[in-house]
């Protein structure tokens, strides 16, 4: 089962690409969470990619695409994977489609005002990087393993209208995934629960 999630920063798109490698047992694959990591690692990488992403820029296609196909070749997506965050446009679309045979594209839809009141309210986990909401915290803590949580650079106000505006999902990319048969579109929902019975109905489908 090879799965795309789209969608806008924020959509929940993180936490039902989570909910769905643990249900199906595949891996996730989230391009911000490399750079991140990268960015942390102190690696080349993340010194190459830390301007773009703290200025709530997309990294460049040359290293981002890279990235991911290095990462698709290893044996734990032999079986299936779920790429979270990638595609963002339809040069890194049409790039995966010479690598991988994607079986679903899934977006996860959200207003503007909703991502934004989420992205502000934020917090990862130091220890497992759970994306969890304020409301969700346990005494602060990460609710799923009582681990510190923080803020990420990005999800700061004046970055969040920055990564709204620059990283819409653009129309080329629904349209590319839409003629290939394999588009589908779920709200996101107040709930990761409820979002998720939805999203599973489309993943019972190809399982079958
Ligand atoms: P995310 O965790 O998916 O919100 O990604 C965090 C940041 O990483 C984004 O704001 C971008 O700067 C960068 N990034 C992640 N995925 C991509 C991608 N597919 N193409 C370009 N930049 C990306």
Redesign the pocket.
């Known amino acids: 089962m090879n799965i795309v999630l789209l969608g806008p920063?924020?959509s929940g798109?993180?936490t039902q690409a989570k909910i769905i490698c643990s249900k199906y047992n595949l891996p996730h694959i989230?391009?911000?969470?490399i750079?991140?990591a990268n960015i942390t690692n102190k690696t080349q990488l993340g010194l190459k990619?830390k301007e773009?992403?703290d200025?709530?820029?997309?990294?460049?296609?040359e290293l981002?695409i890279l990235v991911?196909k290095d990462r698709l070749g290893k044996e734990d997506c032999k079986n299936g994977f779920v790429l979270?965050?990638?595609?963002?446009?339809l040069s890194?679309a049409k790039a995966l489609d010479e690598f991988a045979k994607i079986d679903k594209a899934i977006m996860i839809d959200a207003e503007d005002e909703v991502i934004i009141d989420r992205l502000s309210k934020r917090r990862i986990c130091k220890n497992c990087s759970n994306p969890s909401h304020l409301d969700w915290l346990v005494n602060g803590k990460c609710e799923k393993c009582g681990g510190e949580v923080y803020i990420?650079d990005?999800d700061r106000p004046e970055i969040i209208r920055q990564?709204l505006l620059k990283?819409k999902l653009p129309q080329d990319v629904i349209d590319f995934y839409v003629s290939k048969g394999i588009f589908e579109k779920v709200n996101s929902f107040e709930t990761k629960e409820k979002t998720f019975e939805e999203v599973d109905k489309i993943l019972q489908k190809i399982c079958k």
């Open positions: 920063p924020g798109k993180g989230s391009t911000g969470d750079f991140r990619v773009f992403i200025a709530g820029l997309l990294v460049p296609d981002t991911v979270d965050g990638f595609p963002r446009v890194q990420r990005d990564r990283q």
